[in-house]
């Protein structure tokens, strides 16, 4: 089983940007897609964005062109660039990291806070 540790949260103004990292020990991500979900008080987290093995990436409607997913295999990383920041994206971040049929995996999570 991967372990996750995300970093990177904090307070940013509107129109601002934060890079989230996801450092993973303990199995190498190459196999899993790795995904960036969201959750704010008294709703279902959300998916973000996620990559999979073959680096096919995808985006929830309200984050695209504006947050880019990536992975490094080789440093056992997953980012998540977020830019044109939005009261709205304040949230818990988590990443997670799955691989059929049932393994997934995630972490403890990031603050976000966008606010003036």
């Known amino acids: 089983q991967v372990q996750l540790v995300e970093s990177g949260g904090g307070l940013v103004q509107p129109g601002g940007s934060l890079r989230l990292s996801c450092a993973a020990s303990?199995?190498?991500?190459?196999?899993?897609?790795m995904g960036w979900y969201r959750q704010t008080p008294g709703k279902q987290r959300e998916l973000v964005a996620s990559?999979?093995?073959?680096?096919?990436?995808n985006y929830a409607d309200s984050v695209k062109g504006r947050f880019t997913i990536s992975r490094d295999n080789t440093k056992n990383m997953a980012h998540l660039q977020m830019n044109s920041l939005k009261s709205e994206d304040t949230a818990v971040y988590y990443c997670n990291a799955y691989t059929p049929p049932s393994s997934s995996s995630w972490g403890q999570g990031t603050q976000v806070t966008v606010s003036s």
């Open positions: 303990g199995s190498s991500i190459s196999i899993y897609t």
């Open positions: 990559i999979n093995s073959l680096g096919r990436t």
